[in-house]
């Protein structure tokens, strides 16, 4: 057990892309915990995906020995964060765990939205936030006038920033003198009841749960008796370590001290993102604030293309929840599509990053639906349902009104661009609420909006219009009714289900005739014509014809020719297996994405 | 008519193919279409190299003493006329070294600039009954989209030698180059059959990866070609050919009856042919193939037969010419005959259909006007329909995929 004065725990926090995972490399090195030999660039970040996109996904906690000019030796627990909007919630707990924070800004790019957010975050955490400039190896860097955003635009006195590079080392030294001579070391009575909060957990095939916690009050040691106060599990504590990134087992974790625990569950679900650990008998009363369940906010299905992997799509979606307790699904079945899942994301990344997993890590072949949100439909006799998926809202009769989900979205962009950003958010029926300057170069942006504009295409749109410079946060603000409609698709004359989706009413007709003229770019001629509709109720809104095929055969075929062509027919056949026969129309998977690149 | 009755030995044994095919891989020049192996950088030491490695391999299959005799020779390419004396030599080489049956089909494929009086002599002296020559079109706007060297005019004049000197006259034209018309597509049919031609090769043009016209239409330089308007042409070659007494009968293939190639037919029922020259193929049954080294006795109990195909690069072919090939089960071979015997306007036997556990596939084709029945009882035979002739890979396709 170390002397808590000589202990510091600490986040880094920083906009996606900023150069936090490579820094938190350098931290690892520069106090010998990972030998340079034994570095794999962003050690942190261990998932493939989180490495190929250079993304932060899961938070990691790692302890690291560092000697400081003091003379002393401290003990410093980094925790490293995701980037991402999508993993806010993440981001907080995370936080709860730490004193202080490095706020990473890049040189060049200066603050951006999730600078604002995390940092707000952290105030809000009562952190002690030191400003890093880093990234100040790039002839693009600048300095003194991020140093005036961070002061004007975040209100965080910047004079003692410390200016970095993660590619080449410099000043990551000075970073960590800085978090030993900043950050308080952790207060905690060490003679209290136990508290210790769950800042995250991972599943081990071979041990079962484990949840990484920092002690706030009393001592954590094997073969304790604990209770986990959200859920009321008792458990017998089968191991305590840190991770040097690695696990080590130590015999026990004291006051202020970062680790992990061994619960031998088996059932993630228990253990909870939040929760507080203490003693299973004359444990502490209270759980430590700030606990909430995390809510997914984006929903699509998930259909396997061949409808045998059903059983295995089930299976890899099991195995994934164990280490994702924000990923929600349940069973779903579509006419067009088959058995599936609706499964509930936190966000578009969040959402991506499972359905390339499971297509990689699983080897499914899924074909998912356009994205919904969270509707709540009230019907003319008072009744509530909430509406996941666009086959379950209600004949229309029956509606009374129905809301949908809303978020305040900030933008931050360079001045030039907030005309771009004015339009974009108009033709998204976003609420402009106001505008600030940061700095001379840098403006930040309210809005509030529709989720399910947001999920359009908003934020790849935003990128384009802005060439790159705009970035984005948002947050859930409630549900607010709107005039929402079922727009349906018709292909040769029967609706397909997993083609319908909500829409505002006002748009309905212009993103119905953008939607067929799309799908009759993307449904291959057939044999014969195949008339594509869209339609609300009864009311047809658009028509686009796919004409029949009128021919199609390889004229020329000779000795030589034979084997090449059985191979040209095998491939062409693969290729309708890629497709999904719905009635007597040969769909391509893309078309159930269309409506997601819809730019009216 | 039909190969298999050509085949003398057949399902007994070990046996000579009565088809061969050579491959000559020079031409002048590349056109702007063709993907096919040719080469155009060669001198005479490399066309006296590749005439020796040919006549070897004849004397190979003469040393293996397979029964059995040649009734068709066929020499493709590429331009076997483009160097003088060569395709002359190799198919009295031919003669000599293996047996060519008397009445045999000899024929060789030309273009029109490299069919001048004197080759088209040295052919017929040699023996040669058919030329089939690579007119493509008698447009001048059209064969300078395809990257022919020849004009309408030197068409015309090979054409007429060919047909003054005995030989029959088979003609390949195209349709679906971009621009081509109803009108100059009709006259290009009409000047083939008016120049003698007892045989049409009709083919829509087709844009093959990396070749210039792909490349020129994938820019946009070139509109890319209508798969509706070739649709129209093919069935307006039909109609104006068939109202001339040139019958389809083959998907590409016309001929004034007694005409039909049956070197080419071959391929189409199934029968043993022999490959011959860089990037040749060819085919043998299992026994044949045993018999000549080319599948190991001890793996081949499943094997039907074997498809082969030499070395695709003159280089590397002149060293050892073995390539690759593929190994085909009953029940492949089963399929392949059905899917390629549906190109023929004959059709398939119905009980080699049911033989082969196709039915179902068959009944689904007639629903969707693909192919019909055609008479009743053990006669009964499947044909494919003209919708089905414009929708060949549909039905292709789905009898290989079973």
């Keep these: ?600 | 008519m039909s190969a298999s009755s050509d085949t003398l030995f057949e399902a007994s044994g070990p046996a000579l193919p009565a088809h061969v095919y050579v491959h000559i891989p020079f031409c002048a020049s590349k056109c702007s279409y063709c993907d096919f192996y040719s080469m155009t950088e060669y001198d005479s030491t490399l066309v006296e190299m590749l005439a020796r490695g040919i006549e070897c391999a004849f004397d190979r299959w003469a040393l293996a003493s397979l029964p059995g005799v040649v009734s068709t020779l066929y020499l493709g390419g590429g331009t076997p006329t483009v160097e003088p004396g060569l395709a002359a030599r190799l198919i009295v080489s031919a003669r000599e070294k293996l047996m060519l049956r008397d009445g045999a089909e000899i024929t060789v494929e030309g273009n029109p600039d490299s069919l001048g009086a004197e080759r088209v002599g040295e052919l017929a002296a040699a023996g040669c009954t058919r030329i089939s020559v690579g007119v493509q079109s008698f447009a001048a706007r059209e064969l300078a989209l395809l990257g022919r060297r020849h004009d309408a005019a030197s068409a015309r004049d090979a054409c007429e030698r060919v047909v003054s000197s005995g030989m029959d006259l088979s003609v390949d034209l195209m349709c679906g180059i971009p621009g081509q018309t109803m009108a100059s597509w009709t006259a290009s049919l009409e000047r083939a059959v008016d120049l003698g031609a007892k045989h049409l090769s009709v083919y829509p043009l087709s844009l093959e990866e990396d070749t210039p016209l792909a490349v020129a239409c994938g820019s946009g330089l070139v509109a890319e070609p209508d798969p509706d308007a070739a649709a129209a042409m093919m069935l307006l070659a039909e109609e104006f050919l068939a109202s001339r007494g040139v019958h389809r009968y083959e998907v590409a293939n016309y001929a004034v009856p007694g005409h039909e190639s049956r070197h080419n037919i071959a391929y189409w029922t199934g029968a043993s042919y022999l490959g011959v020259g860089p990037a040749a193929h060819g085919m043998l049954d299992a026994a044949t193939a045993v018999a000549v080294g080319l599948l190991d006795s001890a793996g081949a109990e499943d094997v039907a037969r074997v498809r082969y195909w030499e070395r695709p690069d003159l280089g590397a072919w002149l060293t050892d010419p073995r390539g690759e090939s593929e190994t085909l089960t009953a029940d492949e071979v089963a399929r392949e005959d059905l899917m390629l015997g549906l190109r023929l306007v004959k059709g398939v036997p119905k009980r080699s259909v049911t033989a082969a556990g196709l039915d179902v596939v068959v009944e689904d084709l007639v629903g969707d006007g693909l192919v019909e029945l055609a008479g009743d009882g053990p006669d009964a035979r499947v044909r494919t329909t003209s919708r089905g002739w414009l929708l060949g890979n549909e039905v292709f396709g789905r009898i290989w995929g079973g």
């Design chain 1, 1 to 600: 057990m170390t002397d808590p004065g000589l202990i510091r725990n600490f986040s880094i926090i920083a906009h996606i892309d900023h150069g936090k995972s490579t820094l938190a490399d350098r931290v690892l090195q520069l106090t010998h915990t990972v030998e340079a030999r034994d570095m794999v660039e962003q050690v942190l970040d261990s998932m493939d995906i989180e490495r190929e996109r250079g993304i932060t996904i899961k938070a990691q906690a790692v302890r690291v020995m560092y000697d400081a000019a003091d003379g002393q030796t401290y003990q410093l627990n980094l925790i490293d964060t995701p980037g991402h909007v999508d993993f806010t919630y993440e981001v907080s707990r995370s936080l709860q765990a730490c004193e202080g924070c490095l706020l990473v800004v890049d040189a060049a790019q200066g603050v951006e939205a999730q600078t604002v957010a995390n940092a707000l975050m952290a105030m809000n955490a009562h952190l002690e936030i030191i400003p890093v400039i880093n990234k100040i190896d790039l002839p693009a860097a600048d300095p003194e006038r991020v140093r005036h955003e961070i002061e004007e635009g975040l209100a965080i006195p910047a004079d003692e920033a410390v200016l970095t590079s993660g590619k080449t080392g410099e000043g990551v030294e000075l970073a960590l003198e800085a978090v030993v001579r900043r950050v308080p070391a952790p207060q905690g009575d060490a003679d209290a009841p136990l508290k210790a909060l769950i800042f995250d957990s991972y599943f081990d095939t071979y041990r079962g749960v484990v949840a990484l916690v920092r002690v706030i009050d009393g001592t954590l040691r094997k073969g304790l008796k604990v209770r986990l106060m959200a859920t009321g599990t008792v458990i017998d504590v089968e191991e305590v370590g840190v991770r040097r990134p690695a696990n080590l087992p130590v015999a026990e974790l004291g006051v202020g001290e970062v680790g992990y625990l061994i619960t031998g569950l088996k059932d993630p679900s228990v253990v909870k993102v939040g929760d507080t650990v203490t003693l299973a008998v004359h444990g502490a009363d209270t759980p430590l604030p700030g606990y909430r369940e995390v809510k997914p906010m984006v929903f699509t299905g998930l259909f396997p293309i061949d409808g045998d992997q059903y059983p295995d799509l089930r299976d890899a979606l099991d195995r994934l929840k164990l280490n994702d307790p924000a990923l929600v699904y349940e069973p779903e079945s579509s006419h067009a599509l088959g058995f599936g899942f609706r499964v509930g994301f936190l966000g578009l990344l969040h959402m991506e990053v499972i359905k390339e997993r499971l297509e990689r890590e699983f080897d499914l072949d899924l074909l998912a639906t356009a994205p919904s949100v969270e509707y709540h439909v009230y019907t003319t006799k008072g009744e509530k349902v909430i509406v996941h998926s666009p086959q379950d809202m209600p004949d229309p009769a029956m509606i009374d009104r129905v809301e949908e989900p809303y978020l305040t979205a900030q933008v931050i962009v360079p001045p030039e661009f907030v005309g771009a950003v004015m339009d974009l958010s108009e033709s998204r029926r976003a609420t402009f609420k106001n505008m600030q300057y940061l700095s001379k170069t840098t403006v930040d942006m309210h809005y509030e909006m529709p989720l399910s504009e947001l999920i359009m295409d908003f934020f790849d749109q935003l990128k384009s219009r802005t060439r790159g410079y705009a970035s984005l946060d948002y947050e859930f603000l409630g549900h607010r009714p709107s005039k929402l409609v079922k727009l349906d698709i018709l292909l040769a004359g029967k609706a397909v289900d997993a083609l319908s989706f909500i829409v505002h009413k006002d748009k309905a007709y212009a993103r119905g005739k953008v939607l067929t003229e799309r799908l009759r770019e993307i449904i291959p001629r057939q044999m014969f014509e195949v008339p594509i509709q869209a339609a609300i109720g009864g009311r047809i809104l658009a028509r686009e014809t796919v004409r029949a095929k009128r021919k199609d055969v390889l004229a020329k075929c000779y000795g030589g020719d034979i084997t090449r062509k059985r191979k040209l027919l095998e491939k062409q056949k693969k290729g309708k297996k890629r497709m999904k026969n719905v009635g007597s129309v040969e769909v391509p998977q893309e078309a159930f994405m269309a409506i997601l690149k819809v730019d009216e």
